[in-house]
T-cell receptor, first 113, second 113 residues
C-alpha cells in the first residue's frame, strides 16, 4: 500500500520567516495530494491541495510543489504568523479512492515572536 | 452551511463493551469516510461509504464496522473494545467526484478503560 513520509516532525521558525515541510510517497499511482492543518483540540482543515497534472499551486502565503518523478511534494508557508502554529499533515491518494487518504505523520510548526 | 457533525464528542467505555459513533455530513455530501487518529499511529483510514455501500476499506479488524443511511448520515461501530481503541475518531464528508476534498468533523474522543 501507499506510504507517506513527512519531515521534519517539529519545526520552529520566527514570525515573518518561511517554513517548508516535505513529504515523499511510495505509490506512483497517487495523484491527489492535500495538506491539512490541525490546531490543538480541533479538526483537521484542508489548507491547500494539488493534483498530479500540476507542478505548483499557490494561495496567498501558502504554496505547494509537486515533483512526480521524485515522488515528492512540499508545503511552503511564507511570512509566518503566530496563528500558523499548528500540526500540518500531508496526504496522498490515488484515482478512484480519493477519500482513502494516506497521511504523513505530521509536522508540529511553532511560530515564535 | 453547517459542517460535519459528530456525536457524541466524548465517550468513556470499558474493555469488552461496544460503541456506536454518529456522523452527519455536510448537506449535499454523499460520501462519508471515517479515520482513527492516535498519537502513535497518526491518522488512519477506516472505511468510506457512498450510497449506503462501503466503497473502500482500510486495514482494521472486523470489530470495526460502519453503515450509511439513505440521508447520507453514517454510523461506525466498534465491538469488543480494547484499550488500543482509545483514539479520536474523525468523520469526513465529500462531494461525489474525482478527488473532491474531505471536510472533517470535530471528532469523537473515545477512551477505553
Amino acid at each position: 500500500g501507499e506510504n507517506v513520509e513527512q519531515h521534519p516532525s517539529t519545526l520552529s521558525v520566527q514570525e515573518g520567516d518561511s517554513a517548508v515541510i516535505k513529504c515523499t510517497y511510495s505509490d506512483s499511482a497517487s495523484n491527489y495530494f492535500p495538506w491539512y492543518k490541525q490546531e490543538l483540540g480541533k479538526r483537521p482543515q484542508l489548507i491547500i491541495d494539488i493534483r498530479s497534472n500540476v507542478g505548483e499551486k499557490k494561495d496567498q502565503r501558502i504554496a505547494v510543489t509537486l515533483n512526480k518523478t521524485a515522488k515528492h511534494f512540499s508545503l511552503h508557508i511564507t511570512e509566518t504568523q503566530p496563528e500558523d502554529s499548528a500540526v500540518y499533515f500531508c496526504a496522498a491518494s490515488r484515482t478512484g479512492t480519493a477519500s482513502k487518504l494516506t497521511f504523513g505523520t505530521g509536522t508540529r510548526l511553532q511560530v515564535t515572536l | 452551511k453547517a459542517g460535519v457533525t459528530q456525536t457524541p464528542r466524548y465517550l468513556i467505555k470499558t474493555r469488552g463493551q461496544q460503541v456506536t459513533l454518529s456522523c452527519s455530513p455536510i448537506s449535499g455530501h454523499r460520501s462519508v469516510s471515517w479515520y482513527q487518529q492516535t498519537p502513535g499511529q497518526g491518522l488512519q483510514f477506516l472505511f468510506e461509504y457512498f450510497s449506503e455501500t462501503q466503497r473502500n476499506k482500510g486495514n482494521f479488524p472486523g470489530r470495526f464496522s460502519g453503515r450509511q443511511f439513505s440521508n447520507s448520515r453514517s454510523e461506525m461501530n466498534v465491538s469488543t473494545l480494547e484499550l488500543g481503541d482509545s483514539a479520536l475518531y474523525l468523520c469526513a464528508s465529500s462531494l461525489v467526484g474525482e478527488n473532491s476534498p474531505l471536510h472533517f468533523g470535530n471528532g469523537t474522543r473515545l477512551t477505553v478503560t
